[in-house]
């Protein structure tokens, strides 16, 4: 079986199929074009660089184009990089198709369907239960398809149901220890505070960011989607303004991108579970590159730090 790409250590030599996840056009200090690559499988994705890139390469090399590259792995300022010695496009020749290279979640979809579902079920809430299921029916096939972000956690298929579900679990776990909290409002929060990613991205493969993404943004997207869900279903009362609260102020600061802080105690849980999941994923997958006794690649959105694998444990 052929070594993914995260597989490789530096100073090895490759020859393999990969998808372009993103290509970026810059401009060399000698004045000539190159193409910033960025190279995926199913273990992650690496940088590359195309020099002297002409205008056909940026036609053969856009985002979702299957490509064959052979190179050396190389370490550029702390992370790996492919130094490519030749890279061509995949033809109708070729045993190779998009899925091939599609990192995915970890769990089914139906498994993570049943913890959603049950979630939804144990509600007491009417009101949070309705407009939740309704909004979860109305963009299902997405939300079990798309990732939670373009990069730095759950950035695969299938990766904003999988949040979901382990911010479910920890809020269950949670609401033992806290019995004071709105286990209803949590959960409704939980699973529609990013449910509006699935009109701020393009799609599951090489994901980008949708004009409404750019110009309105998943949060204001789903505060607006529920109030729509609250007035068709003929719903009122102050568990929509809570709801919508909860997905407003779910990123907790407002240097972070929140237009409100949480200003109720289940707002406070949502952000702090949102980040501990976003934050483990993080780690996880930087840690799964590294070797014990090593230290891993610097975690942009964790402050630049590296972490260490430990040896023994």
């Known amino acids: 079986m052929t070594k993914g790409i995260l597989s490789h250590e530096v100073g090895e030599q490759v020859n393999l199929y990969l998808l372009v996840k993103s ?30 890139a002409s205008p056909d390469d940026e036609i053969h090399y856009a985002p979702q184009r299957i490509v064959k590259a052979a190179g050396e792995i190389m370490n550029y300022r702390g992370r790996n990089q492919l130094k490519i010695r030749n890279i061509r496009p995949a ?34 809430n009417p009101s949070l239960q309705r407009i939740t299921r309704h909004l979860l029916n109305k963009y299902q096939a997405q939300f079990l398809e798309y990732p939670a972000a373009t990069k730095n956690h759950h950035e695969f298929v299938s990766g904003l149901a999988y949040h979901v579900v382990s911010m479910l679990k920890l809020a269950t776990s949670i609401s033992e220890l806290y019995p004071s909290l709105n286990r209803d409002l949590l959960y409704s929060g939980i699973i529609l505070h990013d449910l509006g990613k699935v009109m701020e991205l393009s799609g599951p493969v090489a994901t980008t960011y949708t004009v409404e993404g750019n110009l309105i943004g998943h949060i204001s997207i789903m505060v607006n989607e529920i109030g729509k869900a609250a007035e068709e279903l003929k719903i009122q009362g102050e568990e929509v303004m809570l709801l919508q609260h909860m997905v407003l102020s779910h990123h907790g600061k407002l240097e972070w991108g929140s237009p409100k802080q949480p200003l109720i105690k289940e707002a406070e849980m949502l952000h702090l579970i949102d980040n501990i ?8 997958r930087a840690l799964d590159k590294a070797k014990p006794g090593e230290f891993t690649e610097k975690v942009f959105a964790l402050d630049n730090r590296s972490f260490y694998k430990p040896t023994n444990l």
Not at 110 to 121: G, L, P, R
């Open 23 to 52: 290509s970026v056009k810059g401009v060399a200090s000698n004045g000539k074009p190159f193409l910033t690559l960025i190279l995926q499988d199913k273990t992650g994705d690496i940088e590359a660089k195309l020099w002297d």
């Open 277 to 284: 999941d976003a934050k483990m994923n993080m780690l996880d």
């Open 91 to 124: 033809n109708a020749n070729d045993p190779v198709q998009v899925s091939d290279f599609l990192e995915v979640a970890p769990l089914k979809k139906e498994e993570m369907v049943d913890v959603i579902t049950q979630a939804i079920f144990d509600m007491k």
